[in-house]
């Protein structure tokens, strides 16, 4: 289950977000054999292993993202920030994620111009187009009742669609230079990165090289 090469449904594509998508594909399809959803979950504690994994990527790329100037996009800092639904999942699944997420190295991807911020969003908020296919997956694996410790795949009580469309749409807005496009494209391929590099102890894959690409 890859990103589709083209665009599924029918939207126009601003080349900023053209340029994400063709520069992140591979970086995506790594992440995804990687991470290995639904195909590792087994038991509810291989689904704890996975949220608690994706925390200790989310907390800090999300806390550096907050704190990154959107002002010129008009887009909220916290547009679709999802830390607190996997957290509330673990608690679901009685899972305390404090060490794994303690241990995780800094990001070390820089956000530091509004280019390279949206490069970081946009890596965070795709997450849930995959995760809506994912959530109802789980659910049938381990029995469990729709949304039940799968609110942060489904996004439960956001509204992840509006948040696609309005960050596509503040993208789409304005012009990017080239450079740009290049620093948005390295951040999110960096975010990518760090997701995969995170998750690899906490998932027993401690000798994976998810950057490998
Ligand atoms: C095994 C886990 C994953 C699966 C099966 C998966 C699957 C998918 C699918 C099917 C799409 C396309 C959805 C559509 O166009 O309607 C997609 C898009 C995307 N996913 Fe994933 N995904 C996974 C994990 C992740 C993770 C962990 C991240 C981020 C860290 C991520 C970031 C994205 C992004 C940025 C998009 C592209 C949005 C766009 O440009 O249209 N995915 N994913």
């Known amino acids: 289950m890859s990103k589709p090469a083209q665009p599924a449904r029918r939207e126009t594509v601003s080349p900023m977000l053209a340029a994400l998508r063709a520069g992140t594909r591979e970086h995506h399809l790594v992440l995804e054999r990687h991470l290995n959803l639904p195909g590792r979950i087994r038991e509810r504690a291989d689904l704890a292993a996975v949220l608690a994994a994706l925390l200790a990527s989310w907390a800090p790329v999300e806390r550096q993202l907050a704190a990154a100037d959107w002002s010129g996009l008009g887009l909220d800092p916290r547009l679709g920030e999802a830390a607190g639904l996997l957290r509330a999942d673990l ?23 509004p280019a390279r911020a949206l490069g970081g969003r946009y890596v965070l908020l795709g997450s ?86």
């Open 91 to 113: 608690a679901t699944l009685d899972a305390d994620p404090a060490d794994a997420v303690a241990s995780a190295d800094p990001p070390g991807v820089r956000f530091d111009s």
């Open 128 to 213: 849930a187009l995959g995760g809506s296919v994912i959530a109802p997956a789980v659910e049938r694996l381990l029995g469990l009742p729709e949304g039940t410790a799968t609110g942060f795949f489904r996004r439960s009580g956001r509204v992840p669609g509006r948040d696609w469309r309005d960050f596509r749409r503040a993208v789409a807005a304005r012009d990017w230079s080239t450079e740009e496009l290049r620093e948005a494209t390295e951040a999110a391929r960096d975010t990518f990165t760090f997701v995969g590099r995170a998750a690899a102890p906490i998932l027993g894959d401690r000798d994976a090289d998810p950057a490998a690409a």
